[in-house]
């Protein structure tokens, strides 16, 4: 840190901006980068080449650039499928050149625990004394692929969580799973995902989603986001079933990239004889999100694990409530009155319930302009820049005070 107040700032992450496919990390990642950049601090960022299922093909000729103020390096994979399908992101001129990258850095952010970029980051901050954090962004629970998620805690997860100087955790959801996994309290700092407030400030008309993907004039439950057997859309689709037999006048739409759960929704879509209510769209670009936010009637989160629902943050600022499950953690937490309604984590039949008396003949009212007030005062990226800049100058004074 120099005399101005400046920190350098290092992070480190598989998949960075544009690469939207992998949901709200890259996205929240980014946000941050862009706060503490026009916070007056110094950014590069660390990461891979892979785009979601495709490479992205605008660093190929271009290794380094630099986005909004932050100085990105994108590494190549040895292989983006290995990547996208088996989060594999191995690029051996990342792990040659981690070391060199760190030499000036005040302070390292790596995000994503199960990674070996996270691994190759751990050895060169040790070697180069640079203390680290790392943000697990909901990661570490074992669900899903127990087994190897446990081989890599034992090698390598752990040694990187206790050598950590601190633990970002983005709710008390997290801070839960990180108590569990053995990190002290005292250890861990909160540090919610923080919005792009500006992309909110001109929404789109609501028929236009309505009008693009040809559904009527029934009224649009949302699910966004990757379709991968932890964001739930499969409990979604059993209770949308429940909901239609009493509501025919609703429709579903699935919206976000197929992460391994696509054929079988279909599936289940078909079966249960819903086909021509429902509507998959694909991975959605930042313009047709807020597209489909504004345009539908309600947006559930029906995750069965979620550190921070960002969605639903999102889905207030664009004026749509939302149904939330138990498992997403969202800290500060709006009410009701602010447009959030929870359920009980894959509780089909009171899922089936809170989205008839939500899009049902007396749809549910919420007060639009506390719930954006609320979003712009907790979760704008100045406001979560801040308090990043307090944990990384907290960390530096510490350290410089047992070095000294």
């Known amino acids: 840190m120099d005399e101005r107040g400046e920190v350098k700032i290092t992070f480190v992450i598989p998949y960075f901006y544009p690469a939207l496919q992998y949901g709200g990390t890259p996205r929240s990642a980014f946000e941050l980068a862009r706060g503490l950049v026009q916070r007056g601090h110094s950014v590069q960022v660390l990461t891979t080449d892979s785009g979601g299922k495709t490479r992205l093909g605008e660093t190929a000729h271009n290794h380094s650039r630099s986005v909004e103020g932050i100085q990105v390096h994108y590494y190549p994979n040895i292989s983006n499928s290995l990547a996208y ?3 594999l992101f191995w690029s051996p001129e990342f792990f040659r050149q981690i070391q060199e990258r760190l030499t000036e850095a005040d302070v390292l952010h790596m995000h994503e625990l199960r990674s070996a970029t996270s691994i190759f980051a751990c050895r060169a901050a040790l070697r180069s004394k640079v203390p680290y954090v790392i943000s697990p ?6 669900l899903g692929k127990r087994l190897p998620k446990l081989v890599f805690d034992v090698l390598w997860g752990k040694r990187i969580l206790t050598k950590a100087e ?3 955790a983005l709710s008390p959801v997290e801070e839960h799973d990180a108590q569990a996994f053995g990190v002290q309290t005292h250890r861990i700092q909160r540090l919610p995902n923080a919005v792009n407030i500006q992309e909110y400030r ?6 236009g989603f309505r009008s693009r993907w040809q559904i009527g004039s029934s009224k649009i439950v949302l699910f966004l986001g990757r379709l991968h057997w932890i964001k739930g859309a499969d409990v979604l689709v059993r209770a949308f079933q429940k909901a239609h037999a009493r509501q025919p006048d609703i429709h ?3 919206a976000g990239p197929d992460d391994g759960q696509e054929p079988h929704l279909r599936r289940l879509v078909h079966a249960m004889r819903i086909k021509e209510a429902v509507t998959f769209t694909g991975f959605l670009n930042e313009t047709e999100k807020r597209e489909a936010l504004t345009g539908s009637d309600v947006v559930v989160l029906p995750s069965r694990s979620e550190a921070f629902a960002l969605s639903a943050i999102e889905s207030l600022l664009c004026g749509t409530p939302v149904i939330m499950s138990s498992a997403c953690g969202l800290y500060p937490s709006p009410g009701p009155e602010q447009g959030v309604i929870p359920f009980e984590s894959e509780n ?3 899922l089936s319930h809170k989205i ?7 749809p549910f009212r919420h007060n639009v302009a506390a719930a954006r007030n609320f979003v712009l005062q907790e979760f704008s990226a100045d406001a979560i820049a801040a308090k990043a800049e307090s944990i990384y100058e907290a960390i530096l004074q510490g350290q ?3 070095f000294s």
């Open 85 to 87: 399908h088996h989060r």
């Open 137 to 142: 962004h909901g990661g570490l629970r074992r």
């Open 166 to 168: 601190a633990l970002i």
């Open 202 to 207: 001109d929404l789109p008309p609501r028929e």
């Open 252 to 254: 579903l739409v699935i």
């Open 348 to 350: 089909v039949d009171e």
């Open 356 to 362: 008839f008396m939500m899009a049902g003949p007396e």
């Open 400 to 402: 410089s005070r047992r």
